[in-house]
């Protein structure tokens, strides 16, 4: 039976939390520098809501997603512009030549992968010598870390360093959005939250969380077609600098892998 991933999926016209959103606005800033001029592959993007802003910089974007249902958005909000490129591809075979891309991302999506060894296996092979893959990720050391259906296995910070330098020499991590915060209110969240994953009433879908999102954040916001300067704020994410150690301050882990020159 074929996965519907557009349940899971961050789609024009979802209703989210303004941290969802500041999420989502944080990925693209943060990959911004790496992408200018250079010709770049996001997998699994989705409805493709970063992939505008990414092509204001880069030489050229190509979009990848293994359910066409997802890329349909992505096709008709982006239709006539030359520098996108949208493509059903699978993370586990990329249908590109070796050495022939600058930058690869895997946003959000490291999980839903059955092999995610092959994948970075893969994006070794077909960036060109000094091209970077940028990973991000939720933090399975978080303290209220929630998995998403359809997925395989999430990753720390230490086992994501492990498995870029299976083929990467250089790899660099980072951590984003504070877990720990000493605001009443975070900790009441927090502690709703953990309640409705022990009970398993936690919403499966992006639309049934809607209700919890709610109850728990307030006011949402509807996310957009295309990512846009300015949408949120953006905090510079903090260099992790002992992967052995676990992580739990973090929401959100970064990996910059380099493929080195030589």
């Not at 096709?75 to 512009?81: D, L, S, T, W």
């Not at 490129?85 to 999980?111: I, M, N, Q, T, W």
Request: with cysteine; proline share 4%.
């Amino acid at each position: 039976m074929t996965t519907d991933y557009t349940t899971v999926t961050e789609t024009p016209g979802i209703k989210a939390s303004a941290e969802q959103l500041a999420r989502l606005y944080h990925r693209y800033h943060f990959a911004l520098p790496f992408c200018r001029d250079k010709e770049v592959l996001e997998i699994a993007c989705g409805a493709g809501l970063g992939l505008g802003y990414l092509a204001k910089a880069a030489r050229r974007v190509v979009g990848g997603d293994i359910d066409e249902n997802n890329l349909r958005f992505a096709r008709e909000h982006y239709r006539g512009r030359g520098n996108i490129d949208l493509r059903v591809l699978d993370a586990h075979k990329l249908p590109f030549e070796d050495k022939s891309l600058d930058v690869v991302l895997l946003y959000e999506a490291l999980y839903y992968l059955a092999s995610p060894e092959l994948f970075v296996s893969e994006c070794h092979r077909v960036l060109r010598k000094g091209g970077l893959c940028l990973i991000a990720t939720v933090n399975k050391e978080w303290a209220d870390f929630n998995p998403s259906p359809y997925s395989h296995r999430y990753f720390s910070a230490g086992e994501l360093y492990q498995l870029l330098g299976q083929s990467f020499r250089k790899v660099s991590l980072y951590g984003a959005f504070e877990a720990e915060t000493n605001d009443f209110k975070d900790k009441l969240v927090s502690s709703l939250k953990k309640t409705a994953i022990t009970l398993h009433i936690m919403p499966k879908t992006m639309k049934g969380k809607e209700i919890f999102k709610r109850i728990f954040f307030g006011k949402l916001v509807v996310l957009p077609s295309e990512v846009g300067d300015g949408m949120a704020d953006y905090v510079e994410p903090v260099i992790i600098i002992a992967a052995e150690r676990p992580d739990t301050r973090h929401k959100v882990i970064y990996a910059v892998a380099s493929r080195v020159k030589g």
